[in-house]
C-alpha cells in the first residue's frame, strides 16, 4: 500500500483512524470488551474528521493547495475540455513545460487554454520545475494570448504555481520583463479571460496569466503577494511562523472575495479537492461555461475597458493634502 | 516644501559631521563627509554635490532620493507634484512582528514622504512629462495600494494631457503588508502602460539600485526604452532567494546592469552626469516623432 | 492528369520490383517493395500504402511528394489546382557546370510538375482552405521565382476568398540559380503571409522533411500553428555548413523535428497518421473562431 | 608599417608599386641611369591602376565589399549622423553586437537606424561575429522597428554581412524564425524604409533588414542568395570557382540596378570606399537624405501599399497552361 500523504493538520485525524484500523485487525469474537472500543473510535474519528475539515485555517488551505493528489492543470484539461490541442514552444528559446498551452473546448465553448503545470510524481515534476516557469513558459503564453486575441477565442487560465522560477538562467533571459510583458498584454486582450484559481496562487508568476474578466477560485486554492514562508523569514526571520502570516496576507479565496478580488468560489469536497476529483471538475466545467457564457458577445472595446476597470479599481488608499 | 527647501533639510539629517574624531590616517577636515560603500573611501560633501553623488574615487553611484533624481532630471522649477498626499493604509490590519501602520508612520516620519514613489508634471529638456522617482528610505519603495495608484494616475494623467512619462525605479518589491492588494497593482500599473503605448506616447524608464521583485516584473521594464544607473541591482528574485533556491553563490556582478545590457535586457547603462541628456535626446526622438529637427 | 492517375502514374516509377534476386537472408516474395532509409529493412508496397508510407518497422515517415501530401490532406475531390503552369525561366542566363534551363527541364521532366510547388483550392475536413505542398524532385523544391510567385499568389487568393491557408514544406533553400530574383522570394512570400495574418485568417504550415534554408527562414515557420513531421530535418543553415563552420560534428538529432519542439520552435510535432484529424481540429478552432462549436 | 591587405586583383599593382618605392629608396644622384627607370614604372604604375580598377569584375568587388578597411556601419553613424543613441537588447535573451541599433539624425531627418556591424580588428570581429548575426540579433532589430513604427521614424538601414550565423546556438534558438518574422515585420512598417548596402549583402541575414521604400547600394557592395565561394562548392564542388560564379549570381549593384532591385548606385572612389571615405559618407549622407525627403508625408498605407508591390513585382516567370 502506498503510504498516504498526510497534511500537518490532518494528523491526529489520520493518527486514530490507523488506530481504528489496528483495532479493527483484531479478531473481535476473541476480544468482545474491544467491540465497544471500537465503536466509540469510530465516533470520535467521524467528529474529528468534522471538525479538523470544517474550519480550516488559511495555512491548512495552503497545505491542501499543495497537495500531491490535487488535480493539476492537465487533469482540468483531460477533465473539463475536450478537443484538447495542445500548443508548444515560444518560437525563440525553448518550451517551457511548466506552463501548458492548449486550444480546447469547454462545454461548447472554443477557448484557448494557459495554465501552470505541475507534475504527479518526481520525475514529472523535475520536467515541470514543480510549476515554476521560466522566461520562455510566459513567452509561450504571450504567444497562446495573441493566437487567442486575433482568431477571437476567449482565454481560460488555471493558476497553480509556487511562482515564477527564482534561477540565475531565468534572470538572465528576463523573468521580470517576461512576466511584466504578459501583464500588459493579458490587460489589454480583446476577447473574454476567465481566470481560475485551482491550486497555488503564487506571486508574480501566477499573475503573469492569473487575471482577466472574472476570477474564479477554488476554495482552499491561495492566491498571495508572497508565500507565506518567504513571508514570515522576511518579517519574523523565522518561516515557522509560516501559519500566523498566511492569515495575515489574507491569501484565502474567501478573503479575497472579501476584498473584491475573486468573483466567485466553488466549494470543495471535505478535505480538499483530490477526495472527489469528479466533483471539482463538474463545478469547474460549469462555472467557466457560464462565466464564458455571459461573456460571450461582448464588444471587445467594452472587455478591455472593463478589466482595465476591475485592475483600475483594486488597492485602498487616502488621499490626504500631501 | 518646496524642492530645495526639502533638499536642505533632508542633507541636513544625511551628513556625518566629524566631531574631533578622524579616520586614521587620513587628511579629512572638519566638515561634512561620507564614506564610499563600494571602495570605503571618504568623500567630501562639496565633492559629492559636485560629482551628483558619485563617488569621484571609484564612480559607485550613491542612492538618490526620490526629489534629488528629481532635482536631477527635470528643468529648473518645472516640476509640480501631484497626489503627494495619497497614502497606503492598513486595509489587512496587518501585523506580522511589529504592525503595518507603525511602518507607514515611521516611514513618513523618516522621509518626509506620503508614499514611495513622488510624481509630477515636468518638463525634461523643453519636453512635457510626467516625471516620477520612488524613494527607496520609504519601506524600500514597495508597491502597495498608494504606490500603484500614483503610477496608474500618473500614466492616466500624461494620456490625458499627451505627455511622455519618465520613471526612475528603485524598490523592494511588493509590499506584502497589503496582501493581494499589492500583487494586483502589477497588474494596475501594467495595465496603464499599456494604454500609454496605445497612444504612442513615449515612456522612458530608468532603473536605479535596487529595482527588484514586482517593481522590475510590472511598469518598471516595459518601457520604450530603459536605461539603468551603472551598478544598480535590478531583477525579479532577490539574489538571497536565489542562493537558497540553487544552493550555490552567484557570479559577481550578477543581476547589475551591466549584466542586464549583456543579456538584451535595457538598451544602455548611463552614468548620472550623463543621464538629463540622454532623456532629453531620447524624448527629442520619441516625443516629437519623424519629422526634421 | 487526375491525382489519381498521377499517383498511378508515379508509383509505378517509384516501386522497384524484384527480378529474380531476393535480399540475403530475407523472405521477400515476388512483388513491389522498397529498402527503410532509417531500419534498412524491407517495406512491402501493400503495408506502405496501408501506413501512408511510414515505415510499420522503425515509424521512419518516407518523403512524399507533392500530390500524396495533397490526397493525405485534402477532403476527396475537394483539390483544385491554380496556376499549375506557372514556372521559372533562366533571367540570369545562369551556368555553373550545366545551365539552368538544362536543370528546370529534367526536373520537368522526371516529376511531371512545372515547378516545386503544388498549390490550389480544396477543403480540408470541411473547411474552405488554399492548400499547397512542396515537391522535393522538382530542384530540391528550391524557391525561384516561380515558387514565390505561387506561395504569393496563394496568400492572396485565400486573403481574397477568405480562406485559411494550409501549406506542406519541404526545399532545400532558394533556388540559387536566380540569384538575387531568388533571395527576394523570401521577403514577397513573407509579405504575402503577413497581409493574410493582419485580416486574421489562419496559416497553419506542416514542416517536412527537408526544410531548409530561404523556405525555411520566410513563409514555412510565421505561421500560426506550426506542425512537424516526425524525424524531418528543419533549419536555417545546413548541417554541412554549421558542421565547416564550427569545425565540429553535430550532436544527434540536431534540426530534427523533435529538437525543434525542445527548442520552441513548432508546436507539435504529428506522426502521419494523425495529421489530417490534427489540421481539421485546428481549423475548427482557428477558421471558426470562439463561437461555440 | 603595417603591412597594406592587398586584394587579389590589386596584386600586380602592388608588386609594381613597390618596386617604384625600392627604386626610390636608392640614391638616384649615384645612379642617374634609374631615373628614367623610375619614369618608366611609374608610368606603368599609372595605367595600370587604371586599368586595375576601371574595369571590376564581380570577383573584384566582391573582394573591394570584405577589404578590412572598408567603411563599417559604426563608421556611417559617426560620420553620416548626429545625436547618435545606439540602443541594445531584445528584451529576451541578449544583445547581438553584430546587428547595431540606434536613435540618429540623418541631415535633420529623425531616424532609427539598424545595421550589420563588422569589427576593424581581431577582437572586435570576435565580439561581433565577424557581423554574422545570432537569431537575437534580428529580435534586437525587430524591437527597433517596432519603436521606429510606434513612434513614426523612418528607418534607414545599413547592410554589411557574410550572412546570418550558420552555427549549432543559432540553430536551437531560430535562426530561420528570427529571420523570417523580420521579413514580415519589415514589409510591413507604417514607416518608410531605406535600405542601403555598404558591404556585403549575404543571403537571408542580409535580407532580414536589407529591403524597404528604396534600396541604394555602394558600387562595389555585392547582394547575394549566396557567397560566390558557397554556390561554387555546390555546383562545381570547387570553391576556386567563385570567381566564375560571382558573374554569374548577378550579384553587384549595377547587375541588380539591371534587374530592377537596386533603385541608385552611389560611386565609389577609384580603388574603393577605403580609399576615400569621406567622399562616400558625404555621398551617402545625400542620397539617404534625398531619399527621406521624397518619402516624408507619405500617408502610412500607401507606403505598406507600394512596398508590397515592389516586392510581389520581382521575380521572372512563365505562365504555362499547367
Ligand atoms: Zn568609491
Ligand atoms: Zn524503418
Known sequence: MTRRYVMEFERPLVELEAKLEELQRLDLTANPELVAEVATVAEEIEALRESTYADLSAWDRVQISRHPDRPKAQDYLAAVFTDVVELHGDRAYGDDEAIVAALATVDGHRVAVLGHRKGKNTRENIARNFGMPHPEGFRKAMRIMRLANKFGLPLVTLIDTPGAFPGIEAEERGQAWAIAESLALLSGLRVPVVAVGIGEGGSGGALAIGFGDRLIMLENAYYSVISPEACASILHKDAGKASEVATCLAMTAADLAGLGIVDEIISEPSGGAHRQPEEVFGAVRERVSSALTALAGADPNELVRSRYERLRSIGVIEEGSG | ?293
Not at chain 2, 59 to 66: C, E, P, R, S
Not at chain 2, 112 to 117: D, M, Y
Not at chain 2, 144 to 160: C, P, Q, T, Y
Request: include cysteine.
Open chain 2, 1 to 293: 516644501m518646496s524642492i530645495s527647501d526639502w533638499f536642505k533639510a533632508r542633507e541636513a539629517r544625511r551628513y556625518t559631521t566629524i566631531n574631533g574624531e578622524r579616520a586614521a590616517g587620513s587628511e579629512v577636515p572638519d566638515g561634512v563627509w561620507s564614506t564610499c560603500s563600494a571602495c570605503k573611501r571618504i568623500v567630501y560633501e562639496g565633492q559629492l554635490v559636485e560629482y551628483l553623488r558619485v563617488c569621484p574615487h571609484c564612480g559607485h553611484h550613491f542612492d538618490l532620493n526620490a526629489f534629488e533624481r528629481i532635482g536631477l532630471l527635470a528643468d529648473p522649477e518645472s516640476f509640480d507634484e501631484f497626489d503627494a498626499g495619497v497614502g497606503s493604509t492598513d486595509p489587512l490590519g496587518f501585523v506580522a512582528a511589529k504592525p503595518y501602520t507603525e511602518s507607514l508612520e515611521s516611514a513618513r516620519e523618516r522621509s518626509g514622504l506620503t508614499e514611495g514613489v513622488v510624481v509630477g508634471r515636468a518638463t525634461v529638456g523643453g519636453h512635457p512629462v510626467v516625471l516620477g522617482a520612488m524613494d527607496f528610505r520609504f519601506i524600500g519603495a514597495s508597491m502597495g495600494s498608494a504606490v500603484g495608484e500614483k503610477i496608474a494616475r500618473a500614466f492616466e494623467l500624461a494620456l490625458d494631457e499627451r505627455r511622455a512619462v519618465v520613471l526612475c525605479t528603485a524598490s523592494g518589491g511588493a509590499r506584502m503588508q497589503e496582501g493581494m492588494l499589492s500583487l494586483m497593482q502589477m497588474a494596475k500599473t501594467s495595465a496603464t502602460v499599456r494604454r500609454l503605448a496605445e497612444a504612442r506616447l513615449p515612456y522612458i524608464s530608468v532603473l536605479t539600485n535596487p529595482t527588484m521583485g514586482g517593481v522590475t516584473a510590472s511598469f518598471a521594464v516595459v518601457a520604450d526604452v530603459v536605461l539603468a544607473e551603472p551598478g544598480a541591482l535590478v531583477g525579479f528574485a532577490g539574489p538571497r532567494v536565489i542562493e537558497q533556491t540553487i544552493k550555490q553563490h552567484l557570479p559577481k556582478g550578477f543581476q547589475s546592469s551591466e549584466f542586464l545590457l549583456e543579456h538584451g535586457m535595457v538598451d544602455e547603462v548611463v552614468p548620472r552626469g550623463q543621464l538629463t541628456a540622454r532623456v532629453t535626446t531620447l524624448l527629442d526622438y520619441l516625443a516629437r516623432g519623424g519629422e526634421r529637427a
